[in-house]
């Protein structure tokens, strides 16, 4: 398989969970998928009471550097993780 179907698979089934991921969870797969469709997070942070908007911005930082093909293969790791801790 590729990168980028197995990429589009583990986020399909993640999609399809029916038990929630923690928010740290969720915000690293956030931070991976962002940076392997849009690359460095070149935004300005959100500023005040957002801080869903401001964790989502840090999290997305977090993998500055990383290229979109590193960004997949480890949202698929992660991803994959989390569907076997939660599809049990």
Do not use: C
């Not at 980028?4 to 029916?18: C, V």
């Amino acid at each position: 398989m590729s990168i980028e179907k197995d990429f589009q698979e583990a986020r399909q089934s993640i999609d399809s969970l029916t038990t929630r991921p923690s928010n740290e969870e969720l915000l690293r797969l956030y931070g991976l998928y962002k940076q392997a469709m849009l690359g460095d997070n070149v935004e300005e942070e959100p500023e005040g009471f957002d801080f869903k908007g401001i964790a989502k911005h840090r999290a997305w930082l977090e993998n500055k550097g990383k290229s979109a093909e590193d960004a997949m293969l480890e949202y698929t790791q992660v991803a994959n993780r989390l569907i076997n801790k939660y599809s049990g």
